[in-house]
Nanobody, 123 residues
Framework: QVQVVESGGGVVQAGGSLRLSCAAS????????MGWFRQAPGKEREFVAT????????SYTDSVKGRFTISRDNAKNTVYLQMNSLKTEDTAVYYC????????????????WGQGTQVTVSS
């Protein structure tokens, strides 16, 4: 069993930065793939970024490439999402999720989810 808890959301002006954190509990974190997803009002939840366990391979959705960076600190059982050059369309509830095995951008592949943290980007 893995539990994940997000933090770091807030309100920021367009062009600004935020760093989200996701603290995970449970055994085997270092080999657990982690992902960030988001859900804007009236829209479906969508993939943002993922990072593999072990060698830390990453993947991003096209709309955040070059602006967001996912990373992990296995010693702290924590995954981060550094968000730069934020746009109003990045406004959403951001969710952290964990899965066993290889990393994935598919929501259905993730077994463990946090409660989400709100990110609001104002113009």
């Amino acid at each position: 069993q893995v539990q994940v808890v997000e933090s770091g959301g807030g309100v920021v002006q367009a062009g600004g930065s935020l760093r989200l954190s996701c603290a995970a509990s449970g055994r085997g974190f270092s080999v657990t793939a982690m992902g960030w997803f988001r859900q804007a009002p009236g829209k479906e939840r969508e993939f943002v970024a993922t990072i593999s366990g072990g060698n830390g391979v990453t993947s991003y959705t096209d709309s955040v490439k070059g602006r967001f960076t996912i990373s992990r600190d296995n010693a702290k059982n924590t995954v981060y999402l550094q968000m730069n050059s934020l746009k109003t369309e990045d406004t959403a509830v951001y969710y952290c999720a964990a899965k066993r095995g290889v990393y994935s951008g598919a929501i259905k592949d993730y077994e463990y989810w946090g409660q989400g943290t709100q990110v609001t980007v104002s113009s």
